[in-house]
């Protein structure tokens, strides 16, 4: 779905990341952890396309990235970066049709995709409100909603990019985002996600790639990847790693 081969990333003249190799699989999760500073971001707009590798490449469904001409890439790939602005005050539902722009599906499909991405990011109720009256998280899930539409039809696998969907969300939303993130990967798509929460990315994720200072320090289940030792070394905290009471996954305790 998404190949990802020696890749280097360089912001302002500093390398960021360097040597860099993944592959992100259709109908899988992958969360990309790291601490502040790590990458992580500096990754996600290279896949995104927004920001150019300095060496290495990256190929969608076979094929270079920058190949794609926009609107078809539009159509397979889709990005919640951490913050998204807009002035204007579009309704909820007119902000959720932005992401139908690349389709050419007509009004009434298009309004059907808005109204069933609405409801997956729990914001149906707010359809007609003005999209500068809601809270932080509320606008979060907006965006949400948005790209979901932009893929929700996709007749090819896509790829859908998210860099801390969970940030600004309560613990409600923070679980409903991630099961949709499931959702979506199980349809035969592939979701990567950037997750600060290493109890989230071990529940919710197929695979972990943990970066650390512009490298991959470890890439495999969350059982391979959150040690105790590892976690030290990365992130500078003393942690236990026990089985999750509940489910087939580590829990971390600081």
């Given at each position: 779905?998404?190949?990802?081969?020696?890749?280097?990333?360089?912001?302002?003249?500093?390398?960021?990341?360097?040597?860099?190799?993944?592959?992100l699989?259709?109908?899988?999760?992958?969360?990309?952890?790291?601490?502040?500073g790590?990458?992580?971001?500096?990754?996600?707009?290279?896949?995104?396309?927004?920001?150019?590798?300095?060496?290495?490449?990256?190929?969608?469904?076979?094929?270079?990235?920058?190949?794609?001409?926009a609107?078809?890439?539009?159509?397979?790939?889709?990005?919640?970066?951490?913050?998204?602005?807009?002035?204007?005050?579009?309704?909820?539902?007119?902000?959720?049709?932005?992401?139908?722009?690349?389709?050419a599906?007509?009004?009434?499909?298009?309004r059907?995709?808005?109204?069933?991405?609405?409801?997956?990011?729990?914001?149906?109720?707010?359809r007609?409100?003005?999209?500068?009256?809601?809270?932080g998280?509320?606008?979060?899930?907006?965006?949400?909603?948005?790209?979901?539409?932009?893929?929700?039809?996709?007749?090819?696998?896509?790829?859908?990019?998210?860099?801390?969907?969970t940030?600004?969300?309560?613990?409600a939303?923070?679980?409903?985002?991630?099961?949709?993130a499931?959702?979506?990967?199980?349809?035969?798509?592939a979701v990567?996600?950037v997750?600060?929460?290493?109890?989230?990315?071990a529940?919710?994720a197929?695979?972990?790639?943990l970066?650390?200072?512009?490298?991959?320090?470890?890439?495999?289940?969350?059982?391979?990847?959150l040690e105790?030792?590892?976690?030290?070394?990365?992130?500078?905290?003393?942690v236990?790693?026990?089985?999750?009471?509940?489910?087939?996954?580590?829990?971390?305790?600081?």
């Amino acid at each position: 779905m998404l190949t990802v081969s020696r890749l280097g990333c360089a912001r302002g003249g500093c390398q960021i990341l360097h040597d860099i190799n993944f592959r992100l699989e259709a109908g899988e999760v992958l969360a990309v952890l790291g601490t502040n500073g790590a990458g992580k971001s500096t990754l996600l707009a290279t896949l995104s396309g927004e920001l150019p590798p300095a060496e290495g490449e990256i190929l969608l469904g076979g094929r270079a990235l920058e190949s794609w001409p926009a609107d078809e890439r539009a159509r397979r790939l889709a990005v919640l970066p951490q913050s998204s602005s807009l002035a204007f005050a579009f309704s909820v539902e007119e902000v959720v049709l932005l992401g139908r722009l690349p389709h050419a599906s007509g009004r009434e499909a298009d309004r059907r995709i808005a109204a069933e991405a609405m409801q997956a990011a729990d914001i149906e109720h707010l359809r007609q409100r003005s999209y500068l009256t809601l809270s932080g998280g509320e606008r979060q899930r907006v965006h949400l909603a948005r790209v979901l539409a932009q893929i929700w039809d996709s007749s090819e696998p896509a790829c859908l990019l998210l860099d801390e969907p969970t940030a600004s969300l309560d613990l409600a939303h923070q679980r409903l985002i991630l099961q949709q993130a499931q959702e979506i990967a199980q349809r035969g798509n592939a979701v990567l996600l950037v997750l600060h929460d290493l109890n989230l990315a071990a529940r919710y994720a197929d695979r972990l790639l943990l970066l650390d200072r512009g490298a991959v320090s470890a890439l495999g289940s969350a059982w391979g990847v959150l040690e105790a030792e590892r976690i030290k070394r990365v992130f500078g905290v003393e942690v236990q790693v026990v089985p999750h009471p509940q489910l087939d996954c580590p829990l971390i305790i600081a």
